[in-house]
Structures are given as C-alpha cells and as structure tokens.
C-alpha cells in the first residue's frame, strides 16, 4: 500500500490561473480531508468528503475553492483564479469507513506546495 | 469554536536530557487529543493518542483537563527525536464527522 499520494509535490502558478491538486487515498480508504497550511501557521480543515459526497466544507473559503472526490479517481482540490494569498501547502488525509467517531486513525500526504506569483 | 497552542515555535534539547512540548487547548465538549510528528521529508504521521495511553518511541502524553493541557514528554532525548511535532485536537463536527485542529508546530532539535 502506497500511503496516500499527492500530486504534484510544488505547483507554481501566476495570479488568476488555476490550481487543481490531486489526491489518491489509500486503498480502502474511503474519507478524505483536506487541510492547508499557511506560512508560520498550523494545518487548518478545509473540506471532509466521502465518494461522491461532500460532507463538511465549513473549513472551505467561500469563492474560487472547490473539492470533489468522484467515484473513480483521485480527489481534486481546485482553486480558480489564485492570489498570492493562496500561497501554501496543502495536505490530504485519507482514513477508511471508521466504527464511530475518533476511532480511526487519518493518514497524511507529503502535501502539495503551492507558490503562487 | 476549538483552539490548539503550542507556544513554543522552536526547541533545543541536548542528547540524553528530558523533553517536554507544551500544548494547551480550548474546547467546551469532551477533547480527543494527539500528537502528531513529521520527521524530516517525510509525511506527517500520528506518534500517539491519548485515548489509547500508549508510549511510543519512549515518548508520552498526559490530557490534563484542569489545566486543559496535553504535553508530549520523554525522560531521555535522542537524536532521532528532531522533527517537527504538531498537537491536535479532535472534535464532531455538525456533521457527524471528525474534524482535527492542528496547532502551529513545535521544531524540535536535539543537540549531540
């Protein structure tokens, strides 16, 4: 098992294109987070899917930010028309079908940076 | 709303001398507490939860909820122990499901 896979590693992109981050949970996984980590700050909870479902998007800006996790494929993290203040890293989390609450352990990516110019 | 602090951003510890990285949280519920570590180029990975009162890698965690504290100790540093140390708090979310938040990161580094 790979342990869950981000691409790419460091994404550059000029202000108003757009940024799509991938993330392929582990197998059997079937959660998946997404956090960012701004410069000199801790991981923040952006978005909470399931397949096919997004759960909990409170941690989501309201503009410009979207996440999917189709029933085939990686989850996308897009981000359309980006501001240097979209600068970050982004990490994923994968965690399988969980008994209850707190019971399962999540799993991280090695995260995607993304440098915004 | 739920809040982690780690006060200390950076942390020198000689080989062989105790550590100790403070973290306090805010919560009105019941707090699930972890900590989280992420050694150098690698991915971030859970070291401990304090549900299940381990001890990994000589390294443990008592939740204090008079002082609303979990501090990550071990009696005796060793070199492999630098890395960055992240504490985190889990809570339900509105909508049933575990949502972690994560404090700013402890840089530790232990000096030979």
């Known amino acids: 098992n790979a342990g869950v896979m981000q691409n790419p590693r460091h994404l550059v992109r000029r202000r108003g294109q757009e940024a799509r981050l991938r993330c392929s949970p582990m197998?059997?996984?079937?959660?998946v987070y997404w956090y960012r980590q701004l410069p000199e700050e801790g991981l923040k909870f952006m978005v909470y899917l399931q397949k096919e479902n997004i759960i909990d998007e409170s941690g989501m800006p309201k503009e410009r930010f979207s996440a999917e996790f189709p029933k085939e494929g990686p989850s996308i993290l897009r981000i359309q028309q980006v501001v240097r203040g979209d600068s970050a890293a982004y990490f994923c989390a994968s965690s399988p079908p969980s008994r209850g609450p707190m019971n399962t352990e999540a799993f991280f990516g090695q995260g995607t940076r993304l440098t915004v110019v | 709303a739920q809040r982690v602090t780690q006060p200390e951003k950076l942390l020198s510890v000689f080989k062989g001398a105790p550590v100790e990285l403070k973290c306090n949280y805010s919560?009105?519920?019941?707090?699930?507490l972890f900590w989280y570590v992420q050694y150098s180029r690698q991915r971030l990975q859970l070291l401990l939860r304090h549900i299940s009162r381990e001890s990994i890698k000589g390294f443990t965690a008592d939740l204090n909820k008079g002082e609303t504290s979990f501090h990550l100790k071990k009696p005796f540093a060793q070199e492999e122990d630098s890395a960055m140390y992240y504490c985190?708090?889990?809570?339900?979310?509105?909508?049933?499901?575990?949502?972690?938040?994560f404090g700013t990161g402890t840089r530790l580094t232990i000096i030979p």
């Open positions: 985190a708090l889990g809570a339900i979310s509105n909508f049933g499901n575990e949502k972690l938040t």
């Open positions: 197998k059997g996984h079937s959660h």
């Open positions: 919560y009105s519920g019941s707090p699930e």
